[in-house]
C-alpha cells in the first residue's frame, strides 16, 4: 500500500485526538491537530479563578496503563512526561445517616472497612462481589472495550458473549449488584458508577460494573504537579516530540470530500490544509451541523439521547483543608427518585455531590490557599426528549434555576462542614455554560450507553461512505470515560495505519 503524500489531520486536541496523533506521529506520519482553543484539553480543560487555576474536566483518572501506552507509543515514557500518584482512598463516600466508606487500595484492608461499616457476613459476600467484578473485567476488556466495537465482525465472539452473560452482563448493574450485597450503603458503592455511563443503575447493563472495579479496585490517581490539564499538556508536548504540529487558536469550518474521500480542512482564516485522512475528535453531534459533508451521516445519531449534564461549582478558599479526601462522594437520602428526576428532565430534590479537594495540586492556588470543586448531577438541554434544542427555552429555564440550585448547594455544603463558601470565589457550570463551551444538549458527557447506543449501536469510528474520515472522542466507542477515550484515538490511529502502512 502506499504512504501517505498529504497529513492526516486531526480536529480537536482533546484526549481522543491527542492520543490519535501521538500514535501517528509516533508511527512516522505528518500529522497536523487543529484546535480552536489556545491550549489542548478539549473537555479535559482548564480555567482560571483570579489567582486560582480550576480543572474544569474529569477529575477522576483510572487504568494510567492506558495512558502509558499511549506514551510509549510516541516513543516516550509516561513518568518522564507525566509523573501520577494514586490516591488513598481512591473516594471517601458519606450517607445520610452520618457513616462513612473509605475505599482504599489493598482486598483485605478493604475488606475490613467493609466488615466494620456492615458486618462480617456483608464483607463475605463483599470478597465475591470484588472477585466477579474482576472477572468482568477480564472477560470484557480483551474482548470488546479494548477492540473497535463499532466493526460489526468484533461482536461475533460466541464464547465471550457466552462468559458474559454467565456472569451477569446482561442483567442490569443494581440486579447484578443486589444479587451478591444487601447493605444499600455498600450498594450504592458499587452502582452510583452509572451515571458515569448517563443511565440509572436499574437500567444500565451489567457489563458496566468494570466501571466500579476500575475505581474500587484498580485505583484512581491524579498528576504528581498540575492538575488534571497536565494530561492533555504533556499528551501534546511528546506528540509534538515525535512530529505532530499543531494549530492553535485555528477552527475547523468544513471537511471536504470527494470522489475518493477527503481531500482537505478548511480553516476559519481562510487556509486549505489538503489531507488524506481526517480525524474528526470534537463534539460529534454538533460536527454534523455543517463542519462535516452530508454523506457523513450516521443512522445511529438521528435519535441520540444524551447523557444527563451537571452543575459544577469551583471554589476559591482562603485556607487549606487538610484531612480531607481528594474525593468525597456525599450520598443524598434519595436514591432511586434522583435518577428519575434525571430522566424526566426536573432537578433532583436530594442529589448525591462529588466534591473534590485537590490538595497535593499546590501551585493551583496562592500559598496556603486551595480550591474545591463540587459536582450536582442535573438534566440536559433536552428536558429528557431526544432532540437537541436550540436553546430558547430551556436555556432561559435554567437563567432562573441555576441560582436556586447554587443557593442550595451552598446551604448543603455549609450543613456539611465545608463552611460558609458564599462569598467565596467561585467558577459555576450549568447546561447552558457547557453548551457554550460546545457541548451539544448542553451535556459533557455525550451520548448515554443504553444498550440501543452501545458497541455497533454507538456511532462509527469512520464514516462508511467517504473513505478516509475517521471519528474519536466520547461520541464512539468505546464511549465515556478517559480510559474510553484514549483508547478511541488509538483505534483511529490504527484504521488509518492499517490503510497506508
Not at 451477569?168 to 448493574?173: I, K, M, Q, V
Not at 458499587?190 to 451515571?195: G, N
Not at 466501571?211 to 509534538?240: K, L, Q, S
Not at 449501536?457 to 462508511?464: D, E, K
Request: aromatic share 6%; with cysteine; net charge positive.
Amino acid at each position: 500500500m502506499r504512504r501517505l503524500s498529504r497529513p492526516v489531520v486531526v480536529i480537536g486536541a482533546g484526549l481522543g485526538g491527542l492520543a490519535t496523533a501521538m500514535r501517528l506521529a509516533g508511527a512516522g506520519r505528518e500529522v497536523v491537530v487543529v484546535e480552536a482553543q489556545d491550549v489542548p484539553g478539549g473537555c479535559c480543560g482548564t480555567a482560571s479563578l483570579g489567582p486560582y487555576r480550576l480543572d474544569t474536566g474529569p477529575s477522576v483518572l483510572t487504568m494510567p496503563g492506558v495512558l502509558a501506552d499511549t506514551f510509549a507509543a510516541a516513543g516516550a515514557e509516561m513518568d518522564d512526561w507525566l509523573p501520577l500518584r494514586r490516591l488513598d482512598p481512591f473516594y471517601r463516600l458519606t450517607y445520610h445517616d452520618g457513616s462513612s466508606l473509605d475505599v482504599i487500595p489493598g482486598e483485605e484492608a478493604m475488606t475490613e472497612q467493609v466488615r466494620a461499616l456492615c458486618g462480617p457476613e456483608e464483607a463475605v459476600r463483599y470478597r465475591r462481589l470484588r472477585r466477579l467484578l474482576g472477572e468482568l473485567f477480564q472477560a470484557e476488556w480483551d474482548a470488546f472495550i479494548d477492540r473497535d466495537m463499532t466493526r460489526l465482525r468484533t461482536l461475533a465472539r460466541p464464547y465471550a458473549l457466552a462468559r458474559l452473560a454467565a456472569l451477569g452482563g446482561f442483567r442490569t448493574l443494581d440486579g447484578l449488584v443486589r444479587r451478591h450485597l444487601t447493605d444499600e450503603r455498600l450498594i450504592r458503592a458499587h452502582t452510583f458508577q452509572a451515571l458515569y455511563v448517563g443511565l440509572a443503575p436499574r437500567r444500565a447493563l451489567g457489563i458496566y460494573a468494570v466501571i466500579a472495579h476500575m475505581d474500587t479496585v484498580g485505583g484512581v490517581y491524579f498528576p504528581a504537579e498540575g492538575g488534571m490539564h497536565a494530561i492533555p499538556r504533556a499528551m501534546a508536548a511528546a506528540a509534538e516530540k515525535a512530529g505532530a504540529r499543531f494549530r492553535y487558536g485555528v477552527r475547523a469550518t468544513r471537511v471536504e470530500a470527494g470522489g475518493s474521500g477527503v481531500t482537505g480542512v478548511l480553516l476559519d482564516t481562510g487556509e486549505r490544509i489538503a489531507a488524506e485522512h481526517v480525524v474528526v475528535a470534537c463534539d460529534r453531534a454538533a460536527a454534523h451541523r455543517g463542519l462535516l459533508p452530508a454523506a457523513a451521516g450516521d443512522w445511529r445519531l438521528r435519535r441520540p439521547r444524551f447523557s444527563p449534564s451537571c452543575l459544577v461549582a469551583h471554589f476559591g478558599l482562603d485556607r487549606r483543608r487538610p484531612g480531607n479526601a481528594h474525593h468525597t462522594l456525599h450520598f443524598g437520602h434519595e436514591w432511586a427518585a434522583t435518577f428519575d428526576a434525571l430522566a424526566a428532565g426536573r432537578p433532583q430534590s436530594d442529589p448525591s455531590l462529588l466534591v473534590t479537594c485537590p490538595e497535593s495540586d499546590t501551585a493551583a492556588a496562592p500559598e496556603g490557599h486551595a480550591t474545591l470543586s463540587v459536582l450536582e448531577p442535573t438534566a440536559n438541554l433536552t428536558g429528557g426528549r431526544t432532540a437537541d434544542p436550540a436553546g430558547g427555552d430551556a436555556e432561559r429555564r435554567w437563567e432562573r434555576l441555576t441560582p436556586r440550585l447554587v443557593e442550595r448547594l451552598l446551604g448543603r455544603l455549609d450543613a456539611l462542614g465545608y463552611g460558609d463558601l458564599s462569598q467565596a470565589p467561585r467558577l459555576v457550570l450549568d447546561p447552558p455554560a457547557w453548551r457554550r463551551r460546545g457541548h451539544s444538549a448542553g451535556t459533557p458527557f455525550a451520548l448515554d450507553h443504553r444498550f440501543t447506543q452501545t458497541a455497533w449501536f454507538r456511532p462509527a469510528g469512520a464514516a462508511r461512505r467517504i473513505p478516509g474520515l475517521h471519528f474519536a472522542g466520547m461520541y464512539t466507542a468505546p464511549g465515556v470515560g478517559v480510559p474510553p477515550v484514549l483508547i478511541s484515538g488509538r483505534l483511529a490511529a490504527e484504521r488509518i495505519l492499517e490503510t497506508t502502512p
